[in-house]
């Protein structure tokens, strides 16, 4: 698996992924799906792969959702290149203002 994403990786300065196929869940929508292979599978989907492979990884908030709820992305970036995943972040955040929003309380 480590050389499959390396190989993707190779002609690429970052890639951009979802963090999850769906917008963060409630505590009361987790505990309602319940914790099976399945839920488990699809909240984990895209960072697994990362997180087994050891490629860095960059989360940030990017949006939200038409209910307000926060969702981010994931700048993967090659091995050992956690500096152009910290610049690229950077560059995100100079770029656009989602890092300094809150949702009201």
């Known amino acids: 698996m480590k050389g499959e994403i390396a190989g993707m990786l190779a002609g690429l300065d970052a890639l951009l992924m979802p963090v999850m196929g769906m917008a963060t869940p409630t505590l009361a929508g987790l505990k309602a ?19 087994m492979s050891g490629h860095p990884t960059l989360t940030l908030p990017g949006g939200v959702t038409a209910d307000g709820v926060p969702v981010g992305f994931q700048i993967v970036g090659r091995a050992f290149d956690e500096a152009g995943i ?20």
């Open 86 to 105: 910290l610049a690229a972040g950077h560059a995100f955040q100079q770029a656009t203002d989602w890092h300094l929003r809150r949702p009201p309380v």
């Open 33 to 51: 799906a319940g914790r099976t292979p399945q839920t488990t599978a699809a909240r984990l989907r895209y960072t697994a792969p990362f997180d």
